[in-house]
């Protein structure tokens, strides 16, 4: 075995260096490994190998660098045998990491995520008092992140506090802004820190006048601020008494006149309810119990603002599928894709191809419309990788079900749906691509970006090369 010894816990340039070394002697990963400081070797354990000196150049993507960054302030002991594994497989697989389904893949972008949720609620949860040192006033807190994101986080609140002098105390490590400069020292421990002052009061007031008890959902209350940050914030000490009081709260908000219940949604639930057809084993037998079934999606928070989850519709049998992004918001209003202004552009496209939109199954991606309010409007926002991934389970039931031969996509959301990677549709556009179930898949744009061209000339322009992949689409039915 390779041991490679490193400086701290979240050592990056000391695993990259490492990590390089490895590769380029040839190291694989089952004989590599990294150990932070000294102690534990094994007797048969060698250190890093030496120069090779006619070892191939190589190097890896940005977005390699940002992940493997994050993934190494993840708590897991085998952080970095991931991602030398990971940077091991580039080699031969240098598209690897747009591979969202890849396990090792999957598995980094998790840890980068827990990464990041961590660093979030570093922001959100830490909680200052004032002291005095020599120097004068200085405030402090007491903070165990879940994953040592102390580092990546303290940049955050020197630009959010730079006038005040502050130290930042946790477990992994401590930082000190006097104003100036910010540097970094040892662990410490909770009683270094003092546990109360008089701005304590300050968030107790705030947080009970945004205590809303009719959307207290304790489960979730802990999810989103677990047990583990309570003792640092003030505010905590009332949720128990404001949780005992919600019941009588609640009660007198459901007396007041509530708004307009969405009556089809109620419907699809109760009936979904009555079936319990929505448990973790579910698999539709039909579309039609998959359109209600999607009601009860959980799968990712879109469903949270959307009217309604929306699936494909076309005939079962359709030979040709057309994936677009996600609904609209008048899709998302009539439970139905591509009614509204994209919907146009594609049945205009579609018949000028010489295609019924009877004969085929249309859907979406991603069920419900992700957006967010803009005054009385409701802007769409362009759904994010994971919530892709999560919707996935959908569309390949979609998929399953209609059987088509060939599936178009609309866009790059589309594409990753149905590819399960990330993809440059202009780079890929209108080739058939062999998919493991033997259906073609053709890229294409989306027709919003019709939608979006102010030339009229160059909108025209692209609408006849839209109309052309529509065309060469059908050919291979
Ligand atoms: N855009 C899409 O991608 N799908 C729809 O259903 C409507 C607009």
Request: hydrophobic share 40%.
């Amino acid at each position: 075995m390779r041991v490679a010894p490193l400086a701290g816990e979240t050592d990056f340039d000391g695993w990259r260096k490492a990590a390089r070394a490895f590769r380029q002697a040839g190291v694989p990963p089952e004989r590599a490994a990294f150990r932070v400081g000294t102690g534990g070797e094994r007797l048969f354990d060698e250190g890093l190998p030496p120069p090779a000196p006619n070892a191939a150049p190589f190097s890896v993507s940005r977005a390699f660098v940002d992940l493997a960054q994050e993934v190494v302030l993840h708590r897991s002991e085998d952080r970095f045998d991931l991602m030398y594994r990971l940077l091991w497989r580039l080699g031969a697989e240098p598209d690897l990491i747009k591979i969202v389904t890849d396990v090792d893949v999957a598995d980094a972008l998790e840890r980068a995520k827990n990464v990041s949720r961590a660093s979030h609620k570093m922001k959100a949860f830490v909680r200052f008092r004032r002291t005095e040192d020599e120097a004068g006033e200085r405030w402090v807190a007491w903070f165990e992140p879940a994953h040592r994101v102390l580092e990546k986080t303290a940049p955050f609140f020197m630009r959010r506090f730079a006038t005040l002098r502050w130290s930042i105390l946790t477990p992994d490590g401590s930082a000190f802004w006097d104003g100036e400069s910010l540097t970094f020292g040892p662990p410490a421990t909770p009683d270094m820190a003092p546990s109360e002052d008089e701005i304590e009061e300050f968030w107790k007031t705030y947080y009970a006048s945004t205590f809303n008890p009719a959307r207290l959902k304790t489960k979730a209350m802990q999810g989103e601020m677990p047990k583990r940050y309570w003792k640092n914030l003030p505010e905590a000490a009332l949720i128990s008494g404001l949780v005992a009081q919600s019941a009588v709260r609640t009660e007198a908000m459901v007396a007041t006149p509530a708004a307009e219940p969405n009556i089809r949604l109620a419907k699809t639930l109760s009936r979904i309810n009555r079936d319990r057809s929505f448990d973790e084993g579910f698999v539709p037998s039909s579309l039609e119990e998959l359109g209600l079934a999607v009601q009860g999606c959980r799968r990712c928070p879109l469903w949270r603002d959307a009217t309604q989850g929306v699936c494909g519709e076309g005939p079962r049998q359709a030979g040709l599928m057309i994936v677009g992004e996600q609904p609209g918001d008048q899709e998302d209003l009539a439970g139905r894709p591509f009614v509204g202004p994209a919907g146009g552009v594609l049945d205009a496209a579609l018949e000028e191809a010489g295609i019924d939109r009877e004969d085929v199954f249309v859907t979406n991606a991603v069920k419900h419309f992700k957006h967010e309010p803009r005054g009385k409007r409701r802007l769409h926002k362009t759904p994010s990788t994971p919530e892709v991934s999560a919707c996935r389970w959908w569309l390949d039931a979609e998929r399953r079900l209609v059987k088509p031969k060939v599936i178009v996509t609309l866009g790059a959301t589309a594409a990753l749906g149905v590819l399960g990677r990330k993809v440059a549709v202009t780079k890929e556009r209108g080739q058939g691509i062999d998919l493991v179930d033997r259906t073609k898949a053709f890229l294409t744009v989306h027709p919003s970006y019709l939608l979006r061209i102010p030339e009229e000339a160059a909108r025209a322009q692209e609408r006849e090369l839209f109309v052309g992949d529509l065309k060469r689409a059908k050919a291979l039915l």
